[in-house]
């Protein structure tokens, strides 16, 4: 049974700081991840989706790696600032043939002036 | 504006006290999905949709019922509502092109008394 984890489960930084946030899922066959964030009262938005043919995809500040064979996969937000406080949720889809994403718990990022 | 739509944002109601959550989405999505949200437990699946008049289990549908009679729309429904459904819900919709990037409704909290 497919397994997401996502360590630390907080993280409080100074502004400007590069940081990586992890994401580790225990059977490597999967068809993509996507990494969310969630703000309080406003749902989930998608910031990256990684196919498994992919082995990073970029979005601004934003870099999300993947090595399916090692289970892992990292968010790296560079220079960060105080809007991105948020939660931080990894997403894998476990195949082709089922729409089912299974989320990690997220990791709680705070980011200090 | 691209969006899914849930309402209410907040439901407080008793024990066997039936009520629906209802979902609507405006980008012409093949794909719906409920998902509740617990802590310590992350996003767990509830139903989802295929399309209309598609519909099938989740990873805990008991206790829920689904219906997607229009492509738009897919209310949720709890028919005898108990206390350990009080959670977090969202309602999420994508389009079945291969990248099936999940676009999330603001969220429904319910408490059940």
């Known amino acids: 049974k497919q397994e997401v984890t996502q360590i630390p489960a907080a993280l409080s930084v100074p502004e400007g700081e590069n940081l990586v946030l992890n994401c580790s899922f225990t059977?490597?066959?999967?068809?993509?991840l996507q990494w969310f964030r969630q703000d309080p009262g406003k749902g989930l938005t998608s910031l990256l989706l990684?196919?498994?043919?992919?082995r990073e995809q970029t979005s601004g500040r934003l870099n999300a790696s993947l090595d399916k064979s090692s289970g892992r996969s990292t968010l790296y937000i560079a220079a960060s600032q105080p809007g991105d406080s948020a939660t931080y949720l990894c997403?894998?889809?476990?195949?082709?043939?089922?729409?089912?994403?299974?989320f990690g718990t997220g990791t709680r990022l705070q980011v200090f002036p | 504006e691209a969006q899914v739509t849930q309402n209410p944002r907040y439901l407080i109601t008793v024990t066997g006290k039936k009520l629906t959550v209802t979902c609507s989405q405006n980008?012409?999505?093949?794909?719906m999905s409920w998902y509740r949200q617990d802590p310590g437990l992350g996003l767990r699946q509830i139903y989802y949709?295929?399309?209309?008049?598609?519909?099938d289990k989740g990873d805990v549908p008991e206790g829920y019922k689904v219906s997607r009679k229009e492509k738009r729309n897919f209310p949720l429904i709890l028919e005898s509502p108990s206390p350990n459904q009080t959670s977090l819900y969202f309602c999420a919709s994508s389009l079945r092109d291969g990248a099936e990037k999940l676009f999330f409704g603001s969220g429904t909290q319910l408490s059940v008394l």
């Open positions: 949709s295929m399309n209309v008049e598609v519909t």
């Open positions: 990684i196919q498994s043919s992919q």
């Open positions: 980008m012409n999505h093949e794909y």
């Open positions: 059977d490597s066959a999967i068809y993509n």
């Open positions: 997403a894998v889809r476990p195949g082709m043939n089922t729409d089912k994403l299974i």
